[in-house]
């Protein structure tokens, strides 16, 4: 319905500003799921959400082009809304009120960054995404320079990206089901070192083939750093202030777009 690009400006800030799904999801699973299997569940959470943005933009790309910019507008809103009737159903939580009395929200922010190991979570959080999108402006002109400047230089960039995405939805599911067993801190600093061994080949990549398979095998090790970080958050955050914990990662998730653009 909007008639003007200011319009959509308004109201994507306004839906940022009020959709916090991604957060409660990851909270209500890490508070309703046994401690045994919490890897693997948050791991499959993350296969989800990484290949729903994978699938998301490339299916909006296509309706656009057969019927217009305006239908998967009224797309996504019959999905969030059945996605929303479906957990008002199907999700069980065991929701308990925190007893006495309400700490504000800067003190329980405060209190957070104070436990120990918190903070070092936090910019692990941040500097992989930070790190992981920061040649996503360069992308496409780099895709253009490997491919000699054949005319299919944009497909080329959606498919290198998109098969990151893809990848690392993959892995997410394993690398959280082997936290379980191996323990997460270990996963987590075996999934950040090849991350940093996988990410400086592709400054030599010679063709876009190259940096394809680099890009590939950089989403499946990065595929295992957010159900690991996401699994420790959960041990070290009591269950009270875990929707707040989550809510400062997703945070850090957010923002580091801000430091490259």
């Known amino acids: ?132 999108t920061l040649v996503s402006p360069i992308t496409p002109l780099y895709i253009e320079l490997l491919s000699g400047k054949r005319g299919d230089a944009a497909a080329l960039t959606g498919l290198v990206i998109g098969m990151t995405g893809l990848f690392s939805g993959l892995s997410a599911a394993y690398f959280g089901k082997l936290g379980d067993r191996l323990g997460h801190k270990r996963v987590l600093v075996f999934s950040l070192v090849a991350a940093g061994i996988l990410s400086f080949p592709q400054a030599a990549a010679h063709s876009v083939w190259e940096r394809f398979i680099e890009r590939c095998l950089l989403g499946l090790a990065v595929g295992g750093v957010m159900p690991s970080v996401n699994s420790l958050v959960s041990n070290i955050v009591n269950r009270e202030r875990i929707g707040s914990a989550y809510g400062l990662t997703a945070g850090a998730k957010t923002h580091s777009p801000l430091f490259y653009a």
């Open 1 to 132: 319905l909007a008639q003007n690009p200011w319009h959509i400006f308004i109201l994507r800030v306004v839906q940022g500003m009020t959709t916090g799904r991604v957060t409660a999801s990851v909270a209500m699973v890490s508070s309703t799921t046994p401690g045994v299997s919490l890897g693997m569940s948050l791991g499959i959470l993350q296969t989800a959400l990484l290949l729903g943005n994978v699938v998301g933009p490339l299916a909006g790309g296509l309706i656009s082009d057969w019927v217009g910019y305006r239908i998967p507008c009224g797309i996504a809103f019959v999905m969030l809304i059945a996605g929303a009737a479906l957990v008002m159903v199907g999700a069980h939580e065991r929701f308990e009120p925190p007893r006495g009395k309400r700490e504000n929200g800067l003190k329980t922010i405060r209190g957070i960054l104070g436990i120990e190991g918190f903070s070092v979570l936090l910019a692990v959080y941040f500097l992989v995404y930070e790190l992981s």
